[in-house]
């Protein structure tokens, strides 16, 4: 029994009776010959109007297999082609290569998907069989209809931006420049180098973070090919691949970069000094007048605004008058903007540590000595608020025993996050260890639910922690910490021994979990990339496309897309790096033609399209006559930064808007052969 | 009629996610009634209800339009505007003259073969006791002796 009925006579010869169909029906081994009686949609094809050869084979896609339909397509002047066999995701390339070959345009070719939707799916022969026949029908029909298209060919701006000054983004930015290429390195705080620039000692080495950072740091402003633009914004990325047009916003630092020597008069002379450092985690002070720390890079101090006694009172000015160098400090300067033209967007905005006060029971934020994890890297640092030394934040004195906790916020449905925060396993041991060189007779007592050490060297280092430093680890949670004669009292389970524990501590450290910046998805909305239900960043394929976004000409890399230690955001840099220098290599970049395209003889101007196209890519176009008067406006299709998606060409209310490669005519071919 | 009744069904549905969603049904040899025939889109913003009105005329008994979850969506937004056609499109049958339940919209992620046969075989069994949709068809045969060309 027929499920559909056959395509009447008028409909599929009516204006194509010049059509020159190509069938060829793969076997795929026995994938597709097992399950779809070949012979028989071969026959059913073969008779089908418009089609003038049907062949079948046992695997098209191989060298033989596409030399067959090369030289059918010579042979016979076909004028379009159909392969049915398996999903055109798999093998549309191939064969759109194969037609090009023969001097086919590529896109006159379509793939009737007979094996992931039809032979793999179903046990019927006939059944199979039919539905075989029915899907290559409806796309002969739809090839009928088929235009001619182009590769459209756009320019690319060899000039990559870089958002975020960590050391994923250095790393990304150095690569660029290195291969001889333009870098723009945007930084929203006063100085680069990132979460990275905070950390004491990094795990498996043990060796310094800043050590291996700040050369690293100095190298990128000091490149020829990286301009890094400090205590600045991404404020507008318009634009596609290759043409991206963005716009920085250079905040006003009220200190002149180009004059500024860093010699750091003004900050020692500021009159307001108990400031909580952002940098210190609110363990140290700054100055009003101040660059978040020593090391800064670009070594120029910014004036908080909000904290200066000149912006407040209108008085003081003591900055402005111990610097030396005439105008370089200048109350008066403003926010400034510059654009840039851009072919590439690497996108490393890092992360932020989740706010561990929505953890009662753990006292984070009622006991000074229940600090996060950052906390311990400022104080183990030899540049932090202790010069490096493990003092406890309330009456700085030595803790005996600190109590790590971790998870704290990560693996944690119902209050913190699902995921788990992958580094803090690693800087958990790593401040064992480092409490124990520091303080000989401490103990470490860390409360953990898994040990997660995969990493080169990782495993390693946990085990040294405990047989080397004596980190002594108890498996379970923590339900309370509470302050009983000035201890705190850890209460938890040791769910080894199956026994409550209590431990009397003098600091505690919770391994916090880390969660993507706090305007991460209002920042993805603005320049148009995805997000997961976090708001870490969507990469194009999570294991075949990792560092590309689903925009084409953006990519990610560092602790925005997900959690990642120091390693994997550098390896992840550095393959941003080479995804940009792919598209800088070339002048001219290819990509499908499958964009819309306006009717101008119907068009209204509506502007319905304008405000469904997602891609803002369509356009008022005045049409005016030879006098150069307006005749009426209408819309128009950026070709550049139509994505193809075909939104507007169904909201026309005209139907002035088609799809190329997806028009009305085409689709409703292929419906109505169904 | 001698034969049980095999329903027709037509299924819209964007390349991205839904298209291919069924590829992974058929990569993992999950089984599923073959009464169902894909039209690939590159979005479900591109499906105009007209589509849907075509697919019923044409003998389809049951349409279904699947795309990205929300905010999944490829292009960003087109599933979003499906889904407001769809809105104002369901408001509008009754007056077309089409039982509601022979159109089923729905997201299928790439990673949801298993989801998407479960589908078919529901639409399937549905339809199967809804019976065949011929009101449209008939419309279409007198529009067709009726009209000169």
Redesign the interface.
């Known amino acids: ?1 027929a ?3 056959p395509v009447p006579e008028t409909l599929s010869t009516q204006g194509f009776r010049m059509a020159k169909i190509g069938v060829f029906v793969c076997h795929c081994g026995e994938n597709i010959a097992s399950k779809v009686d070949t012979g028989n949609l071969v026959k059913a094809l073969s008779d089908h109007p418009g089609v003038e050869i049907c062949n079948e084979y046992k695997y098209f896609c191989s060298d033989p297999g596409q030399e067959t339909v090369k030289r059918a397509i010579r042979e016979n002047n076909l004028t379009g082609v159909v392969v049915a066999a398996c ?3 798999m093998h549309e390339t191939t064969f759109r290569k194969a037609c090009a070959e023969a001097g086919l345009n590529p896109y006159m070719l379509e793939l009737a ?1 007979i ?4 032979s ?5 022969k006939d ?2 069989t ?2 075989a026949i ?2 290559t029908r ?1 796309l002969v029909e739809k090839v009928k209809r088929n235009n001619e298209l182009k590769p459209i060919s756009v320019p690319v701006t060899r000039r990559a931006l870089v958002i975020g000054g960590g050391i994923a983004g250095i790393q990304a930015a150095l690569d660029i420049a290195g291969a001889g290429r333009e870098v723009i390195l945007v930084e929203r705080e006063p100085s680069i180098g990132g979460h990275m620039s905070q950390l004491s000692e990094t795990f498996p080495t043990l060796d310094c973070s800043q050590c291996i950072l700040t050369p690293r740091m100095v190298e990128a402003i000091q490149h020829p090919n990286i301009t890094v633009l400090t205590y600045s914004e991404v404020e507008e990325v318009d634009g596609y691949i290759g043409n991206f047009k963005v716009k920085v916003r250079k905040k006003a630092r009220y200190v002149d970069m180009s004059k500024c020597t860093g010699c750091g008069d003004c900050i020692q002379k500021c009159p307001v000094k108990k400031i909580p450092s952002e940098f210190e985690c609110g363990l140290g002070n700054r100055t009003a007048i101040y660059t978040p720390f020593a090391q800064a890079v670009p070594n120029v101090p910014v004036i908080d605004k909000n904290r200066c006694t000149y912006f407040k009172n209108g008085k003081c000015k003591i900055c402005q008058k111990t610097c030396q160098i005439e105008n370089c400090i200048d109350f008066e300067m403003q926010d400034t903007f510059e654009e840039f033209e851009i072919g590439a967007i690497v996108v490393a905005t890092g992360f932020q540590i989740q706010d561990t006060s929505v953890y009662g029971e753990y006292g984070y934020g009622k006991y000074k000595d229940v600090i996060t994890g950052l906390h311990f890297e400022r104080l183990a640092s030899a540049s932090g608020p202790t010069a490096g030394k493990i003092l406890r934040p309330s009456d700085g004195k030595e803790p005996e025993t600190v109590v790590f906790i971790q998870c704290a916020g990560s693996r944690d449905p119902s209050k913190g996050v699902k995921y788990c925060s992958k580094i803090c396993c690693m800087y958990t041991a790593k401040h064992a260890m480092l409490f124990a060189h520091k303080h000989h007779d401490g103990n470490s007592k860390i409360f953990y639910m898994d040990i997660r050490a995969a990493g080169k060297g990782y495993d390693e280092f946990t085990r040294r922690a405990i047989e080397e430093d004596e980190a002594e680890y108890l498996r379970g949670r923590v339900s309370k910490v509470f302050e009983e004669n000035g201890k705190l009292i850890v209460r938890g389970v040791d769910t080894l021994l199956g026994k409550p524990v209590e431990v009397a501590a003098d600091m505690v450290v919770l391994a916090t979990a880390i969660v993507p910046q706090p305007d991460a998805k209002e920042f993805a909305k603005k320049i ?1 990339i ?1 997000y997961d239900e976090y708001g870490f960043y969507n990469e194009a394929h999570l294991k075949l496309r990792p560092v590309e976004t ?1 925009t084409a000409g953006i990519y990610l890399c560092g602790a925005c897309q997900s959690p990642k230690d120091i390693p994997d955001s550098v390896a992840q840099a550095s393959a941003t790096a080479a995804k940009v220098l792919g598209l800088f290599s070339r002048e001219q970049l290819e990509r499908e033609p ?1 964009v819309a395209a306006v009717g101008e003889a119907t068009c209204a101007g509506c502007w319905g399209c304008v405000s ?1 196209c ?2 803002n890519a369509i356009e008022q176009k005045e049409i005016r006559d030879r006098n150069g008067n307006l005749v009426k406006e209408v819309a128009s299709v950026n070709p550049g930064l139509c ?5 507007c ?3 026309c209310r005209s139907n002035s808007i088609d ?1 190329a ?2 028009t ?1 005519k085409q ?2 071919a ?3 052969a ?1 | 009629m001698s ?1 049980p009744f ?1 329903p ?1 069904i ?1 299924a819209f549905v964007c ?1 991205y996610c839904t ?2 969603g ?2 992974l ?3 993992s ?4 009634a ?2 169902v ?7 479900t ?4 209800p007209m ?1 849907i009105l ?2 019923l005329q ?3 008994d049951s349409v279904l339009v699947s795309g990205c979850h929300p ?2 969506c ?5 599933n979003y ?1 499906a889904r407001r ?1 769809w809105t104002v499109f369901r408001a509008l049958l009754s007056f077309t003259g089409i039982p509601e339940e022979r159109i089923r919209f729905s997201w299928i992620s790439a990673a949801e073969g298993a989801k998407f ?1 479960e589908l078919i075989n529901e639409i399937t069994d549905d339809t199967r006791k809804l019976g065949p949709f011929t009101q449209y068809q008939e419309l279409q045969k007198v529009i067709e002796t009726q009209s000169s060309y």
């Open positions: 029994m499920l559909f009925a999903s055109p995701r998907n094996r992931e939707q039809c793999w799916v179903h046990s019927d059944q199979a039919e539905k029915e899907i409806s148009g995805g689903a499958v469904a997602p891609y994505q193809g998606c075909g939104t060409v169904t909201f799809l490669g997806f009305e689709i409703f292929e419906v109505m169904l | 034969e095999e027709k037509v390349t298209y291919a069924a590829d049904a058929g990569t040899r999950l089984k599923y073959p009464n025939r894909i039209v690939r889109l590159p979005c913003g591109r499906i105009s589509f075509k697919a044409k003998g389809a905010g999944d490829h292009f960003t937004s087109g505007h056609r046969a």
